[in-house]
């Protein structure tokens, strides 16, 4: 699902709201979880899951069209861990 999609589907379940809160209300959440991980932050959502930001060490990586060998400096990476409730929906029969 894009985030065009996840807005209209929203609209379309609270038709008082007109579409352009709704976009407004996506965008904002999507902000705040981003500047949330940007500060070092974890952002938990109860029953979907949690991101957090992870530390990836510096290392010797390779080029794959000329295998040469390339220095990679460490960065941080989002990382998302699955809720409870979430996996459960997904390993659900029928």
Do not use: C, W
């Amino acid at each position: 699902m894009t985030k065009s999609e996840l807005i209209a589907r929203l609209a379309e379940l609270n038709p008082h709201l007109y579409q352009r809160d709704v976009e407004r209300i996506v965008t904002t959440i999507f902000d705040e979880v981003g500047e949330a991980l940007a500060r070092g932050d974890r952002v938990e959502l109860r029953g979907f899951g949690a991101f957090s930001v992870k530390r990836r060490d510096a290392r010797q990586g390779r080029n794959p069209r000329t295998g040469q060998s390339v220095s990679v400096s460490s960065k941080f990476v989002p990382f998302f861990r699955t809720g409870k409730q979430l996996r459960e929906r997904l390993n659900t029969v029928g």
